[in-house]
């Protein structure tokens, strides 16, 4: 039983790595693509990450950071995982180019007139 148990979480791992060298390689035989978008969202996501802390300290969690785009001219959105820095100066509504070569995210380039925020009205 334990032999089988081994080959299984070996099986396992070789096909997570196999799944994740074939991504790779994927993306590296794509071409990038500039695409005029629209920031459409953009969101984080939590997990709590393993540590070498005390056994009695609570782990901070991990954040990633999500943005999604829609091409403006009417293709599916897409989703990338992008760095904290480039999170925090994308806004809703914003147009540029995305580029990106497979399903890799490569960059971000904003239209040089960033959208204004519309004015608030009182009544």
Known sequence: MGKLVFWIIILIAILVLGRRLSGHFFNNAQTQHGLPVLVAAKQTREFMSLTHQQPTELASPQINYYVTFR???????????????????????????????????IAFEPDSDPPHPLPKTTQ
């Open 71 to 105: 091409p403006l001219a009417g293709a599916d959105e897409k989703e990338f995982q992008v760095s904290r820095l480039l999170y925090e100066q994308l806004l809703p509504e914003q147009t540029g180019v995305l580029i990106f070569q497979g399903s890799r995210f």
